[in-house]
């Protein structure tokens, strides 16, 4: 899996050990794929064959503290529009006590958009850590109802727990990868053999460029979902709720503003062309309908409806603007740019993903009169004001937060401050 710090990258593989509740449906041998923020908003499945996505909600980072990741929310939307089954990860580095474990399982399950049941996996493979704080984890996690899963390398975890002790009440999903080379299929010549693997991460290689590709082994990826069914969960969210409308929404209905795909089936433009491999899979906002072909933005070709898949059902063009003045909590630095921050305006624990790029806001007084200096004064302890004067692009909205546009970037906020 890949995970993130700011400005770092940090790529590798990893083991899920899950919360064993083998569903009646098993879907022993679906293949799917683990997003992080990489596979940005939208995601990215390796082949149409694909039948799960288990996505990054964040994670916390011995010295860094929580790094969430904003392209969540849509990535478990767009699965469930395609028709997929969603489940949650989380990147634990640096854990060793059961209070720190906890609060940050409190953290992640408060942004969790997958249903009651499915996995929500803890992905530990690095730092320092201790059977009893793991164990402790699972628990908590299967006690709120999700399928607790533990996600690592086998020779790390064997090393670092008692994973005999972790297997015997928890399935595992494990990764092994025979090389680097594109593997679209599981090699079970380089299967980690060990109790209760339930999941193998057999490649991050699934298609060319990298993706990690997966495989269900006992059927826990039905776990969430009734019959293993994307279009029926056990519970709603919103990002479920956005899919299944997309997913529901008939071809003959789509019309310009919605966000497509190009099946992979896919074989020919309208006109005949043939269709390139780089163009399937991607999503394309529907610049012009005519009757059975769509015109698509960014390859600005017409494709046959039928070649198409639907993974966002709106046609609005969504704005907004925050009105008042607000205080500027602190300046941040980040990636040689500068941002301000308000720590009301931010979702809580406000990191980068919250922060506005400074040539978006304007220094006021108190009383919102613009400053003659706008260079602001750095972290010096003297209150700072700011008003926002734009209008912004509404990225997207989910449940009490809204990711808009600032200077081409994204800010995630409270909504309760949108107008």
Do not use: C
Not at 180 to 188: H, R, S
Request: hydrophobic content about 35%.
């Amino acid at each position: 899996m890949n995970k993130l710090l700011k400005g770092a990258l940090v790529s590798t593989g990893a083991l899920l050990i899950m919360g064993s509740v083998p569903s009646v449906y098993a879907a022993k041998g679906d293949q799917g794929v683990d997003w992080s923020i990489y596979q940005g908003s939208q995601g990215k499945f390796g082949y149409g064959h694909d039948k799960f996505a288990i996505a990054q909600i964040g994670g916390y980072y011995a010295g860094h503290g929580y790094v969430d990741q904003y392209t969540y929310p849509t990535q478990v939307q767009y699965a469930i529009a395609q028709g997929k089954r969603a489940h949650d990860y989380i990147f634990v580095d640096g854990v060793t006590d059961r209070a720190t474990m906890k609060t940050v399982i409190d953290h992640y399950l408060a942004k969790s958009q997958t249903p009651q049941g499915a996995i929500f996996a803890l992905d530990i493979e690095q730092g320092a850590t201790n059977t009893d704080v793991v164990m402790y984890g699972l628990d908590y996690i299967q006690s709120k109802g999700k399928t607790a899963v533990l996600y690592g390398y086998k020779n790390f975890l064997m090393s670092n727990l008692d994973l005999q002790a972790i297997a015997n009440k928890y399935p595992l999903w494990l990764a092994q990868y025979p090389n680097y080379e594109v593997t679209p299929e599981p090699n079970y010549n380089y299967f980690p053999s060990f109790d209760n693997v339930q999941l193998l991460q057999f490649t991050a290689s699934y298609i060319a460029g990298g993706l990690d590709g997966n495989v269900d082994l006992t059927g826990i990826t039905d776990n969430g979902y009734k019959h293993g069914n994307p279009e029926k969960p056990n519970t709603d969210t919103p990002a479920i709720i956005a899919g299944k409308e997309a997913d529901n929404t008939p071809k003959a209905d789509i019309a310009p503003g919605m966000t497509v795909k190009v099946n992979f089936s896919a074989t020919h433009y309208a006109a005949g062309e043939a269709i390139p491999n780089y163009v399937k899979g991607e999503p394309h906002k529907v610049l012009e309908v005519d009757g059975d072909r769509v015109l698509l933005d960014d390859i600005y070709s017409w494709v046959n409806k039928k070649d198409v898949e639907i993974l966002n059902a709106s046609t609005q063009d969504d704005s907004a603007e925050f009105n008042g003045v607000f205080v500027l909590d602190s300046w941040q630095y980040e990636l040689g740019g500068v941002y301000v921050r308000n720590n009301d305006m931010a979702i809580p624990v406000a990191d980068y993903h919250n922060d506005m790029p400074a040539v978006s806001v304007t220094l006021t007084d108190r009383h919102g009169n613009p400053l003659t200096d706008q260079n602001g004064l750095g972290n010096n302890g003297v209150p700072e004001y700011f008003t926002l004067n734009g209008r912004y692009k509404v990225l997207q909205r989910v449940g009490s937060s809204i990711e808009v546009e600032m200077n081409g970037e994204s800010v995630w906020l409270k909504s309760a401050f949108a107008n």
